[in-house]
């Protein structure tokens, strides 16, 4: 089977991530993978991003199963529960919410930039090769740290499910998969049935 | 005399526990299984011949694979 564009965008996952090192301004690019995919699921009702774009999904299949770092075990019960998804995805964006916050004491000057990457909402990275200074208003940058801080996080979790669970696992509790088919299940006039059998 | 039935295999998807992630669809040799709609992925059960690459896939574990009689 020819393999066509959108099977590389994993590449796009991984430059991503490596560019962040180097620039934290960077991190805006990831803007990308949050209105991407909800401008698919409002416009056109599918999971299109999912099922077809999503670079770091691709990244994760590409080292679990290719490479071998998946243990390929069954994701566990409570996992893939509806309580521990729609838990995440609230939590998550609690957690961005306050990254949006913290952006706007910056842009508003009560607060200094602060040159950290926060992962995992606990550890903070000292990150301050990535940023020199520049034009823009300091509250730019602090966005950028912000938000990096989201997909490495996000990315690390994902390699511990990928690791642990199969390959795929993160898109089990991924807040951008569980949102997207929440959307999608708004729009769909019928709803699934349990079905088995 | 018994009638002679085939037995083949057919996998199906608990829809309801479907997270639409599409990890099955880029698996399957035979594109016998699509996501509806971002809701969840369906198998088109003429199609599938119950290979259970899917249901190896999925990171949900909500495919199963079948046998049905032919
Ligand atoms: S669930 Fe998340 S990681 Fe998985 S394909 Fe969708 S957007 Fe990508
Ligand atoms: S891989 Fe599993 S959870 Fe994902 S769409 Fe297919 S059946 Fe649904
Ligand atoms: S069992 Fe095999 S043929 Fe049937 S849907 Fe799954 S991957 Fe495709």
Redesign the interface.
Known sequence: MKKTWNEYLWIASLTYMILGFFNILFAWLGLLCFFFPLGIAIVKGTKGYCNHYCGRSQLFSLLGNRLGLSRKKDTPRWMKSKAFRYGFLVFFFAMFFLMLWNTWLVFAGAQNLKQVVTLLWTFKLPWHWAYRGTLFHPGVAQFAFGFYSVMLTSTVLGLITMALFRPRSWCVYCPMGTMTQLICKAKCPQKPRRHVP | MTAITKRQRRA????????????C??VCPLSAIE?Y????ARVDQRRCVGCGMCA??????VI?V?E?QA
Do not use: M, T
């Not at chain 2, 199906?12 to 990890?23: F, I, K, L, S």
């Not at chain 2, 709609?37 to 969840?40: D, E």
């Not at chain 2, 190896?56 to 574990?61: H, I, N």
């Open positions: 199906e998807v608990d829809r309801a526990v479907c997270v639409a992630c599409g990890c669809l880029k996501v709609r971002g809701v969840y190896g896939e999925c990171p949900a574990g199963s079948w049905v």
